[in-house]
């Protein structure tokens, strides 16, 4: 049997994530090649994939942010600078999920569990706050002629209704804060909504700074005068 591999993106991954990035969402436009190598080049610890045997089936991107700057509504060409992650900032405390995708032929094998499992880990291991997320609902289409999405996402919290994205977030330790509205227009299936989520780093020591807030003053002081 094929085993399950997670390790950071590199170069010679990106054609491939990019055809299932166009597989996973052929309603939504996929990101350019040089898009992703400007994201690993800013932030590598943060860009991840998972292979099944030797095939990519999976993506998790992330960047660090100042949350206070983005607590209010934003959309996620805002948040993410259009998906160049210039908005990457080594001096904040939030991980921001800015994308987790997986092939439908892997659904049921737990390739976002370790997706989201790796996120998790490099939280801890930079000694950041929190991981702040916007989910998509996609089940949420199914029933907007009924509903609010507040209340579907409510819903969903009780235990009346199912969503693939929202429930796997809740089962995985995150929290609900809220509806983004507007969040990507072009995701018809949410209605342009997402969820915001937060997952608490358990081990975040407030005493120390964080691992790329001290990589940051290191080689500033190594920078001769």
Known sequence: ??????????????????????????????????????????????????????????CASSLVILWDEWADEHTWDQITAAGTFDTHNPAGYTLYGAEVFVSPRLRGKRVGHALYEARRRVCKSLNLRRIIACGRLPGYHLLAHEMSVELYARKVLWGDLTDPVLSFQLREGFRYCGIMKNYIADDHESQGNASLIAWINPDYDTSRPTALQLARTTTAQEIPA
């Open 1 to 58: 049997m094929p085993k399950l591999t997670i390790r950071n993106t590199r170069l010679e991954d990106i054609d491939a994530l990019v055809r299932l990035q166009r597989e996973v969402y052929p309603d939504i436009a996929a990101w350019h090649r040089d898009r992703v190598v400007h994201q690993i080049e800013l932030f590598p610890e943060g860009q991840i994939v998972a292979f099944y045997g030797d095939q990519l089936v999976g």
